[in-house]
């Protein structure tokens, strides 16, 4: 039989990338899969959405929900995909809900797929039945499914484009409430036991701070995320770091590095229910406490904040009204030795929309995607336009309403390593820690 993954036709739009294939990123998921199979024996092309049905298997791998609408530009209008006699297998981090792709696809696989590709082709191939706790048939409906997790860090060395890959790290030991890579994949930690994850700045900082020096070689540039502009929302979240840790950090980095100046870019999650324009003031307020001994230029990115499936924050509402673009390259505070700073690019609430659509996808969602998907008259407006219009045209509270805990989420039957009850035990513990209405019912 011919396997093939779906890669994406070039694109002209100035600005853009030319291809949307693997070969100007680290698709690691992706190349798993591609070694497993070539290790068992089998060759694994490439193909287009319209060379697609010229092989048996076609696999495709989303990377994250945007790659759902990418996905379904691709195929949704071709007669060869609604009416295909080829398998469509589809997976990666991008598919946390099943319901917009279920028109264009044969099997989900929820979570990693190494461990469980070579049996599923298999049984393709043989045309034989294949039932997997962490993979959907769509032929048989949607059913409770557990995302597959790792036992072990991937072994072998991946041959990608532009470099090669190995697995250092799984998962993440810090189960912030917002962060659905944390409650999605169960920690692994690398072979030297310590964990290389985003966050380079936390509650045991004595260890975390040496890791983000070591990270630019004591040089001038590095990255770190708070995502919270104030305590209070920080905490609520499980991002557990005070006021006067950063101070203290910020201190001590203008001590202790090599460089005449320090370039730090900070990534924020901004528009948590119940924040309010003090919130975003508290971090110019505690960056006015530091005392730098050389110049630290900060860079802030904010992206807004997404109630993301398998999460406590799955629960709550999100906020498609507040524009952080109106904030980009504005100064957040400019003093002796420290200059803090918005940077020129934030995403747009139309961009968190269409997040939002996906998560929150159920049947009645299939019209909105595919406006967005073929719309030409839509295609052609400005993010806010673009928004706007859909406002004007659809229902879009569903998407950003707040869920009691006594509900159903539109991807119930989804549940990663840690259950799904005691993901809504954390929601409750969440809710009353923002003051939400059903926080006190544990």
């Not at 597959?148 to 030991?173: H, I, M, N, S």
Request: charged content about 30%; some cysteine; aromatic content about 12%.
């Amino acid at each position: 039989m011919s396997i093939a993954f779906l890669v994406y036709p070039a694109e002209d739009k100035p600005g853009r990338r030319k291809n949307k294939s693997f070969d100007w990123t680290t698709n690691a998921g992706a190349y798993m899969v591609i070694d497993v199979l070539r290790r068992s024996g089998r060759d694994v092309k490439f193909c287009s959405p319209e060379s697609a049905k010229e092989h048996d298997i076609v696999l495709v791998s989303l990377t994250s929900t945007f790659d759902v609408y990418n996905f379904i530009r691709a195929v949704g209008r071709k007669k060869s995909w609604r009416k295909r006699d080829f398998t469509v297998v589809v997976g990666g981090f991008g598919l946390q809900n099943v319901v917009p792709l279920r028109h264009y696809i044969d099997y989900a696989v929820f979570g990693r797929a190494e461990n469980i590709i070579t049996d599923l082709v298999s049984a393709i191939e043989q045309k034989r039945d294949f039932e997997h706790e962490s993979v959907l048939n769509m032929a048989d409906g949607i059913r409770p499914v557990k995302v597959a997790q790792p036992k072990e860090l991937y072994p072998y060395k991946l041959d990608t484009q532009p470099r090669a890959y190995k697995e250092r790290e799984v998962g993440c030991p810090r189960k912030c409430f917002f962060c659905h890579y944390s409650f999605a994949r169960k920690h692994i930690k690398g072979h030297s036991g310590q964990f290389y994850g985003a966050m380079d700045w936390g509650p045991i900082k004595e260890v975390l701070f040496d890791r983000l020096l070591e990270d630019s070689d004591r040089k001038s540039k590095t990255r770190t995320a708070l995502d919270g502009f104030s305590e209070r929302l920080r905490f609520a979240f499980n991002k557990r770091i005070s006021n006067e840790e950063i101070v203290e950090t910020l201190n001590r980095a203008s001590r202790e590095w090599e460089s005449s100046c320090v370039w730090l870019t900070v990534y924020h999650i901004g528009s948590y229910p119940t924040e309010t324009d003090e919130d975003r003031a508290e971090f110019a307020a505690i960056l006015s406490k530091v005392e730098a001994k050389k110049q630290i230029y900060m860079h802030v990115h904010v992206s807004p904040f997404r109630p993301s499936p398998l999460t406590p924050s799955a629960y709550l509402p999100a906020n498609i009204d507040f524009d952080w673009r109106r904030f980009q390259s504005k100064t957040i505070l400019k003093k002796d030795n420290l200059n803090a700073f918005f940077l020129p690019s934030m995403e747009s609430p139309f961009s968190l929309l269409q997040s939002l659509l996906v998560e929150r996808a159920t049947e009645e969602t299939d019209e909105i995607i595919e406006k967005i998907c073929f719309s030409k008259k839509l295609g052609r407006m400005k993010a806010g336009q673009k928004l706007a219009a859909l406002q004007r045209n659809f229902d879009l509270t569903p998407y950003t309403r707040e869920y009691s805990l006594e509900e159903k989420l539109p991807t119930w039957y989804v549940e990663g390593h840690i259950p799904q009850e005691t993901v809504r035990k954390l929601a409750a513990k969440l809710k009353e820690s923002l003051g939400l209405a059903d926080g006190n019912r544990r």
